[in-house]
């Protein structure tokens, strides 16, 4: 038995439910989870995640898709499948600040994030113990103004093939919109404030002059402007007037830890479609 | 066109999906909203609620729900049917304090609970202006040790026929077995904190002794068992040593109205299902 | 027995808690609670919250007043003073929505806002039941983009002498920065986001176009730059892709309340301090 | 240039503020932060945290101490006095599950807390590739219900000296009362639940099972009685149906490690008093 996900979205119709899930049945699967949404009742988007588990004896997987592509053509419907035994390959690529890829390693290691990490790059070469201990491939790829454009050439080179997603576990280079056309991937992004509030750089000092009252962390998907793309987490802790920006970094890391790896649990375990510039996060 | 919701629970099997979703189209109905939850890939418990619209001309109600009932004995299932536009009626019980009275009252009359009140029923008569105005039938019926049981002979006498289900909104007095027995319908609570913790009398009191740091309000349906009732809606904040027992419970009081305005919501769009002493809310 | 509230802001020096501490002590003053915050240890600000009992026949206020003024003279210090026996006089405006209103007036009824309401004022005359009830003056005063001078003229009017702040319970109206400036005492409005993210008009709006994870609502006091002034509180709730603009406004009703009343509560403890765009709130 | 740290407990009286910040001004020093709490305005208790930074050339340490001693004994109170250049001496012990070691060894070696680590000591030899890193000696102590009470004997040899505090960062043996008494220095535990809920063994279980809607965790100081000593900080986050007893630990792993850093913390910045079964936490 093998387990699969189905992730479909299309203009709302009658009977898209029905459709898929006697597609499941026909070939013997069984649904384990079936989650679906629809924007708007009338003339609206929908939206669905089935997961299921079927035997690939009984219908071979390539089978199965084609069979799946012709419903789904049918109407209109973009759609993945995923196998969960398949693992997604994700490449990590931070900068000096290690809290995020630590905890990302950490849950890694004790089976909680199922992905494989094929390496690691980043464009400092600290020492990083922590880091050492999990024997993944390390990348160093510095980077100034003028090197920039070489290095993103050099990092997609690696990256292209063999990986199916990036994070950027706090890596303080902004990616040209080249590098996020030619990579053609997801690239799941930390900023490490309650975004739209405080974009770009020292988000804690913003917040801090502001003087809000709650800060937060928020991991998206990359898109060509800045702190722009698709939110998939935020998380948020209060703060008050004895905070000042590096007390409110110290809360903020424990909130940048917790949203980047719900991030990556949720598009890892397929569960996360994106429209226009939002996502659906079926939990 | 109608709208309608199935809640549907039974042992796991292949197809329900298929079946229930393939039925709906069979009588040209729509899916709104489809949510299903499985407690465990084998042999687990199976949970389903289809929101879905339909043209009752073509199908009238009836004929859908005998139909129904055919396919759900197929599978073994329990299941409910709903019409959305058909309201429940929610009998309101309080005491003295009216705080959560008032929210229920002033988000219902802004449209944001889609009940029928049709009276609400104290043990105390104190003047409650803010609940005058909204021109719902009052009775008062009073209660000590001796009268206890006419008292809830008379209530039951009110209620039975009349009502849904009910509500306690900081009703005072425990319900005895029998009266829950003859009621057999849905009772929802309110308890002053954050369950299991601190059952029983004062609640906020005793949580300010034992020091906690969060203080919570529970809304459950109520069982024979004092404060042991299928949690519905559970909701905290964060309190300091500068709390007492009576800053916890104005800080409390909110609490409780969100938690128990949000079970109350949960439960009359039938979003609720009940299995063995817990609850699936199907948001 | 009379008690009251120091209120102290300063840049730091040595021996300011010694010398107001014993100044209350000189005058058989009692402290109950006594809060300071220094932002920084060299070179800081120093604020200060002392609230102290003491006995008006042994000093008379208008003594004790004058000495500390000598005292706080001699370290160069900002102060204000407040019995709490005196309650603030709190204006309210509203225009149509009335959930923070309707909270305000019940919270303050049940005696936890230690302020007077000598009237209710709205540039709408919509039936408010539930305000009928609690007997305060109301004053309709409508305005239009032509008329908007005039308002403000009879609005200054009436509140100038008759209140100490005003609370913008969701009144529609920008205020201009002249008003502000005549006025010249506090004014705590609720903005329905979560600044500084989507300022302005329609922020549910705004973060449901925007896929934010997480809603707020802040109390801030005015300014004259909209929604610029610092910030007293803030509180946020999850959302999810399944909640649209109007649910998110149906969830961040209840945010509107707590954070306003909140900031109403914490201003009429004197528990606020202004510094720059920021807030000291003590708690 | 020393910071220092005084914690005073006593009945409250008058003028006690007055006199600790005479007495620091007295000697030169200078108050940084100053916290005060007091039970009940009538007959209550009183808590005060002060820390200032003074000159050790000018007043020493022993002179400053000897001198308090006698104020302190004036109004009868119980008090201690930190150095903040000198860290607490922690000794962690741990079972199995190292998530809440990893991150306080993760956020010890980041400088965000300000303790000394002379060792860990665990009754399990497994690999901790993570912990070795740190280079901080290692102790295995096996323990059974026959070896216990030889294993606690050796293990208070070890921790009686060397350190100042315990930590339990997920040992899963119970600390005799005979141990807890013989040690007599503060021992803090994490609990993995919303205490006083799901008590002893398997609480992830325990609240799968209740069904509860928030799970939590606790961080505390022990005393003889299982899981019932103060709370210094409890972390709490929302469930669903869809979350087993796995789902819950693992949701829960977070929570722990923020409530007990978070005490860790407190603790360490001497910002803890405890009184009765309670804490007061000073932020």
Not at 57 to 70: G, N, Q, T
Not at 106 to 121: A, H, N
Not at 176 to 184: G, K, L, M, R
């Amino acid at each position: 038995m093998e387990t699969a996900v189905f992730l479909i979205q299309c203009r709302d119709k009658r009977g898209i439910v029905a459709k898929v899930s006697e597609f499941i049945f026909r070939y013997n699967g069984n649904i384990i989870h079936s989650d679906q949404h629809t924007t708007d009742p009338e003339n609206g988007q929908f939206f669905m995640r089935v997961e299921f588990c079927f035997d690939p004896e009984f219908v071979p997987c390539r089978h199965l898709e084609d069979e799946f592509a012709i419903l789904a053509k049918s109407f209109n419907a973009q759609w993945q499948i995923h196998y969960t035994a398949r693992r997604l390959r994700m490449g990590i690529l931070f900068s000096k600040q290690d809290h995020c890829l630590v905890d990302i390693l950490y849950q890694w290691k004790s089976g909680e994030l199922m992905v494989d990490i094929p390496f690691i790059i980043s464009n400092h070469d600290s020492l990083h113990d922590c880091v050492d201990q999990y024997k993944i491939p390390f990348h160093y790829l510095p980077v100034s103004s003028e090197t920039k454009k070489n290095q993103e050439r050099e990092l997609l080179s690696i990256v292209k093939e063999s990986t199916d997603f990036l994070v950027l576990a706090r890596y303080m280079q902004v990616l040209t919109a080249e590098f996020i056309n030619d990579y053609n991937k997801p690239i799941i992004n930390i900023h490490h404030s309650f975004l739209p509030s405080f974009k770009g750089a020292n988000p804690y000092r913003q917040a801090y002059e502001r003087g809000v009252k709650v800060i937060g962390a928020t991991a998206h998907y990359i898109t060509g402007e800045l702190d722009e793309g698709p939110i998939i987490e935020q998380t948020v802790d209060r703060v008050t007037h004895k905070e000042n920006a590096d007390a409110m970094m110290r809360k903020g890391k424990k909130l940048e830890q917790i949203s980047l790896t719900n991030a990556i649990r949720a598009h890892s375990e397929f569960r996360v479609l994106r429209f226009e510039n939002k996502t659906i996060v079926f939990n």
